[in-house]
C-alpha cells in the first residue's frame, strides 16, 4: 500500500504552475505575483514633512529654546499636494502640513507643539509669525524624496504572494492590476444512482449529492475556482457525458465509484479514456483512491483526482491530495497544512497500520497548552464530525494507538482568530 507521502509525490509530479494573466488588483490578493513590481518614480517623490508644523532652516533656530524663542516671519501656507512655489528665504518659516512637499532650502520641520501658535491662537490669531521654542537639527521631521522606494528599484520579485501590502505598493506605483498566475478552474462530478441535488424534493432510498459542495468549497478556500459539472449516473455512458464538460478544465474531481463495489464505473471509464492508476493509499480515512490523467479532445491531459464517495474520506482526500495540487497550479509551494503537538482528551487508534486523521476539536487549557477532543462518530460516512472539526489527530502508520492523555500531532484545518483561546468554547 501507497504511504500517504507517496501518493501525494506521484499527485503532483502531474502538476506545474499555470499561466499567468493580467488580473485587477483586488482580485489578487492570495495569487502569486508574475512579474517583478519596478518602481518608475521615487516614492515618495519629494521631500515632505511628517508632522505638522513650521519649514525651518535649523541653522536659524540654533539658539531657540522653550523659554527663548526664535521669532520668525511666516511667509505662507503649504498644505498636502501643494507644490512650494518659491525656496524658503534666510530667517523665515512656512506653515506646512503632514505629507506636503518641503520647500527648498528647509531642513527642519518644527511641530506646532514646538512653537507657540496655539498661544497666538487664544490671542487674537496672528501667526504672520511665530516664535520656534526648539532647537531643531538638519533633517528633522522630514522624510527624503524616495525614502521608501527609489526609482528603478524592484520593490517585489516575481512569485511573491499577493498580500494587502503588495496590493497596496501596486497602487503605489499607480497600477490598477498585476501580472498573476491564475487560479485553476477545477470541474467536480459526482457519481451514484442515489444521488439527488439539493434543493431537489427528497425521494426515498435517495440521498442529497454533499460531495461536490464540501468539494466545490475546499477548492474555493484554497484558491481555485470550482465548477459543479453535476452528477453521472451509475453508467460508463453517463460518466463519459459528465466529463466530455469536465474535461476543458485544468483539473477534474470525481467522487465516489472507486471501491471494489458493482456499480464502480469511474475506474473503467477513465481507463478507457486517459490513463488511470488505482490506488490503495495506507490512510483511514480514504484509503482507496484513484488517480490519473483523461485526455481532453484538444490533446491535453487534464488531471483527475477520483476521491471515495463517503463525505468524510472525500474531504480528507482532497485536503490532503487536492489542496497541494492547487498550490502548485497557483505557484505556490505544495505545503500541508501547519501542525501543532496536542494533549489527546480522547485515544485514537489504528487498527490496520494505516495513518489515521481523526476529527477533533483543539483548544487551548487553562495552562495554555493545546489540547484535542474528538468531534464524534469517526465513521467515514458521519459528516456531522467532520464540519464541527478544528483539526486532524494523527495516529501515524504502524502506531496502534495514541492513548488519551499523550500527545499526538494534530493537523490544523482552521486556525480560528481567537489562537484556540478556551474561553470562547464550552468544553465541559
Ligand atoms: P461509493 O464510493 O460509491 O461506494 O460510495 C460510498 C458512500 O458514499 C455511499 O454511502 C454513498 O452513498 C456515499 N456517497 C457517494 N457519493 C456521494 C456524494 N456525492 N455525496 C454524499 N454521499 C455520497
Ligand atoms: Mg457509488
Redesign the pocket.
Given at each position: 500500500m501507497l504511504s500517504v507521502e507517496d501518493a501525494r509525490d506521484r499527485i503532483l509530479s502531474y502538476f506545474e504552475p499555470l499561466d499567468s494573466v493580467d488580473v485587477p488588483l483586488l482580485d489578487a490578493v492570495g495569487l502569486t505575483l508574475a512579474e517583478d513590481l519596478t518602481a518608475g518614480f521615487d516614492i515618495p517623490p519629494l521631500a515632505n514633512s511628517a508632522m505638522d508644523g513650521y519649514a525651518v532652516k535649523s541653522a536659524d533656530v540654533a539658539s531657540a529654546s522653550k523659554f527663548n524663542p526664535v521669532l520668525l516671519p511666516v511667509l505662507g501656507y503649504i498644505a498636502a499636494g501643494d507644490v512650494p512655489q518659491m525656496p524658503l528665504s534666510e530667517g523665515s518659516a512656512v506653515r506646512i502640513m503632514t505629507g506636503a512637499p518641503v520647500p527648498e532650502g528647509a531642513d527642519a520641520v518644527v511641530p506646532f507643539e514646538d512653537t507657540d501658535e496655539e498661544d497666538r491662537r487664544s490671542n487674537g490669531g496672528d501667526i504672520s509669525e511665530i516664535g520656534i521654542r526648539l532647537d531643531a537639527e538638519s533633517g528633522d521631521n522630514i522624510r527624503p524624496a524616495g525614502e521608501d522606494v527609489r526609482a528603478g528599484q524592484t520593490v517585489i520579485e516575481y512569485g511573491a504572494e499577493i498580500t494587502a501590502g503588495v496590493v497596496g505598493v501596486a497602487a503605489s506605483l499607480g497600477k490598477t492590476s498585476v501580472q498573476a498566475i491564475r487560479r485553476p478552474v477545477i470541474a467536480i462530478v459526482?457519481?451514484?444512482d442515489?444521488?439527488m441535488e439539493p434543493g431537489e424534493r427528497r425521494e426515498p432510498g435517495k440521498?442529497?449529492?454533499?460531495?461536490?459542495y464540501s468539494i466545490a468549497a475546499l477548492v474555493e478556500k484554497y484558491g481555485g475556482i470550482a465548477r459543479i459539472i453535476g452528477?453521472a449516473r451509475?453508467s460508463i455512458e453517463s460518466l463519459e457525458t459528465m466529463l466530455e464538460e469536465a474535461v476543458e478544465n485544468d483539473m477534474v474531481v470525481t467522487?465516489?465509484?472507486?471501491?471494489k463495489?458493482d456499480?464502480?464505473v469511474v475506474k473503467d471509464v477513465l481507463s478507457k479514456n486517459g490513463e488511470i492508476a488505482l490506488w490503495s493509499v495506507r490512510m483511514r480515512p480514504a484509503k482507496?483512491l484513484a488517480f490519473g490523467a483523461l485526455n481532453a479532445p484538444d490533446g491535453r491531459k487534464v488531471p483527475h483526482l477520483g476521491v471515495?464517495?463517503?463525505?468524510v474520506?472525500?474531504m480528507v482526500a482532497f485536503e490532503q491530495f487536492g489542496r497541494p495540487a492547487i498550490r502548485v497550479m497557483l505557484g505556490k509551494a505544495p505545503l500541508q497544512k501547519p501542525t501543532i503537538t496536542a494533549t489527546l482528551d480522547d485515544p485514537v487508534y489504528n487498527h490496520d497500520g494505516r495513518r489515521v486523521y481523526a476529527r477533533v476539536d483543539v483548544y487551548k487549557d487553562d495552562a495554555g497548552n493545546y489540547r484535542a477532543r474528538s468531534t464524534g462518530n469517526q465513521s467515514s460516512?458521519a459528516?456531522h464530525s467532520m464540519a464541527l472539526a478544528r483539526g486532524f489527530a494523527i495516529c501515524p502508520d504502524d502506531v496502534a494507538s495514541v492513548p488519551a492523555g499523550t500527545d499526538a500531532v494534530v493537523e490544523i484545518l482552521e486556525w480560528p482568530d481567537d489562537d484556540l483561546l478556551s474561553d470562547r468554547i464550552d468544553h465541559s
Amino acid at each position: 500500500m501507497l504511504s500517504v507521502e507517496d501518493a501525494r509525490d506521484r499527485i503532483l509530479s502531474y502538476f506545474e504552475p499555470l499561466d499567468s494573466v493580467d488580473v485587477p488588483l483586488l482580485d489578487a490578493v492570495g495569487l502569486t505575483l508574475a512579474e517583478d513590481l519596478t518602481a518608475g518614480f521615487d516614492i515618495p517623490p519629494l521631500a515632505n514633512s511628517a508632522m505638522d508644523g513650521y519649514a525651518v532652516k535649523s541653522a536659524d533656530v540654533a539658539s531657540a529654546s522653550k523659554f527663548n524663542p526664535v521669532l520668525l516671519p511666516v511667509l505662507g501656507y503649504i498644505a498636502a499636494g501643494d507644490v512650494p512655489q518659491m525656496p524658503l528665504s534666510e530667517g523665515s518659516a512656512v506653515r506646512i502640513m503632514t505629507g506636503a512637499p518641503v520647500p527648498e532650502g528647509a531642513d527642519a520641520v518644527v511641530p506646532f507643539e514646538d512653537t507657540d501658535e496655539e498661544d497666538r491662537r487664544s490671542n487674537g490669531g496672528d501667526i504672520s509669525e511665530i516664535g520656534i521654542r526648539l532647537d531643531a537639527e538638519s533633517g528633522d521631521n522630514i522624510r527624503p524624496a524616495g525614502e521608501d522606494v527609489r526609482a528603478g528599484q524592484t520593490v517585489i520579485e516575481y512569485g511573491a504572494e499577493i498580500t494587502a501590502g503588495v496590493v497596496g505598493v501596486a497602487a503605489s506605483l499607480g497600477k490598477t492590476s498585476v501580472q498573476a498566475i491564475r487560479r485553476p478552474v477545477i470541474a467536480i462530478v459526482s457519481t451514484g444512482d442515489e444521488l439527488m441535488e439539493p434543493g431537489e424534493r427528497r425521494e426515498p432510498g435517495k440521498i442529497y449529492n454533499s460531495n461536490a459542495y464540501s468539494i466545490a468549497a475546499l477548492v474555493e478556500k484554497y484558491g481555485g475556482i470550482a465548477r459543479i459539472i453535476g452528477i453521472a449516473r451509475d453508467s460508463i455512458e453517463s460518466l463519459e457525458t459528465m466529463l466530455e464538460e469536465a474535461v476543458e478544465n485544468d483539473m477534474v474531481v470525481t467522487s465516489a465509484g472507486v471501491s471494489k463495489g458493482d456499480y464502480d464505473v469511474v475506474k473503467d471509464v477513465l481507463s478507457k479514456n486517459g490513463e488511470i492508476a488505482l490506488w490503495s493509499v495506507r490512510m483511514r480515512p480514504a484509503k482507496p483512491l484513484a488517480f490519473g490523467a483523461l485526455n481532453a479532445p484538444d490533446g491535453r491531459k487534464v488531471p483527475h483526482l477520483g476521491v471515495p464517495g463517503n463525505p468524510v474520506s472525500a474531504m480528507v482526500a482532497f485536503e490532503q491530495f487536492g489542496r497541494p495540487a492547487i498550490r502548485v497550479m497557483l505557484g505556490k509551494a505544495p505545503l500541508q497544512k501547519p501542525t501543532i503537538t496536542a494533549t489527546l482528551d480522547d485515544p485514537v487508534y489504528n487498527h490496520d497500520g494505516r495513518r489515521v486523521y481523526a476529527r477533533v476539536d483543539v483548544y487551548k487549557d487553562d495552562a495554555g497548552n493545546y489540547r484535542a477532543r474528538s468531534t464524534g462518530n469517526q465513521s467515514s460516512g458521519a459528516l456531522h464530525s467532520m464540519a464541527l472539526a478544528r483539526g486532524f489527530a494523527i495516529c501515524p502508520d504502524d502506531v496502534a494507538s495514541v492513548p488519551a492523555g499523550t500527545d499526538a500531532v494534530v493537523e490544523i484545518l482552521e486556525w480560528p482568530d481567537d489562537d484556540l483561546l478556551s474561553d470562547r468554547i464550552d468544553h465541559s
